[in-house]
């Protein structure tokens, strides 16, 4: 079994920033077949929607609204995934989930003030 644990949401003002971390446990052996981890979001009343998503070999793939203000990474060796908010808006205002594959952590709260 594997397990998501996001840390890291919080209130900000808009334009100001905010890095959220995904960290992954339970079995190596399983942590070690995720291919793609992901960041998603749901605002009230709206869909789930992909944030941005980085595969084993560090391609990134990003939702168009956050393009050039939100940047995904990773750590290998402490497997977690960190997303860096930056020029952050009240539109972003969400709960922020990761994602591996089946696996979704609780989420993390982000909300942003105008």
């Known amino acids: 079994q594997v397990q998501l644990t996001e840390s890291g949401g919080g209130l900000v003002q808009a334009g100001g920033s905010l890095t959220l971390s995904c960290a992954a446990s339970g079995s190596i052996f399983r942590i070690s077949w995720i291919n793609v981890m992901g960041w998603y979001r749901q605002a009230p009343g709206k869909q789930r929607e992909l944030v941005a998503d980085i595969t084993r070999g560090g391609n990134t793939n990003y939702g168009d609204s956050v393009k050039g203000r939100f940047t995904i990474s990773k750590d290998n060796a402490k497997n977690t995934v960190y997303l860096q908010m930056n020029s952050l808006k009240p539109e972003d205002t969400a709960v922020y989930s990761c994602?591996?594959?089946?696996?979704w952590g609780k989420g993390t709260l982000v909300t942003v003030s105008s």
């Open positions: 994602n591996a594959g089946q696996i």
